[in-house]
């Protein structure tokens, strides 16, 4: 059985930090594509950024709106998966999810099989 579990979110200042954790279970995340996404009451969830599985580079995206600001990682040995968010902004606020799927990388929510349960993340002004 796969898990994924979200920790980290909370209430930051806008400009502040935060660290997002997604531990993993019954996943090599090292053969997995794993993906950050986010999600806002009445809205769709958005992507925010992706690291490649094994086998591809250790390639990744992110979208434009988050570029130079948040940074995906992963240690393949904890099989956990991070996202440092730096200079946050009250547009930040969702619940953040991470996300896994054995494609090589993709930035489409539908192509992923494994969501965690998603962790709050709220900026204040």
């Known amino acids: 059985q796969v898990t994924l579990v979200e920790s980290g979110g909370g209430l930051v200042q806008a400009g502040g930090s935060l660290r997002l954790s997604c531990a993993t279970s019954?996943?090599?995340?090292?053969?997995?594509?794993m993906a950050w996404f986010r999600q806002v009451p009445g809205k769709e969830r958005e992507f925010v950024c992706a690291?490649?599985?094994?086998?591809?580079?250790?390639?990744?995206v992110y979208n434009d709106s988050m570029k130079g600001r948040f940074t995906i990682s992963r240690e393949n040995a904890k099989g956990t998966l991070y996202l440092q968010m730096n200079s946050l902004k009250p547009e930040d606020t969702a619940v953040y999810y991470c996300?896994?799927?054995?494609?090589?990388?993709?930035?489409?929510?539908?192509?992923?099989?494994?969501w965690g349960q998603g962790t709050q993340v709220t900026v204040s002004s």
């Open positions: 690291i490649s599985r094994r086998g591809a580079g250790n390639n990744t």
């Open positions: 019954g996943l090599t995340i090292s053969f997995s594509a």
């Open positions: 996300a896994a799927t054995r494609m090589l990388i993709s930035v489409n929510r539908r192509q992923y099989d494994y």
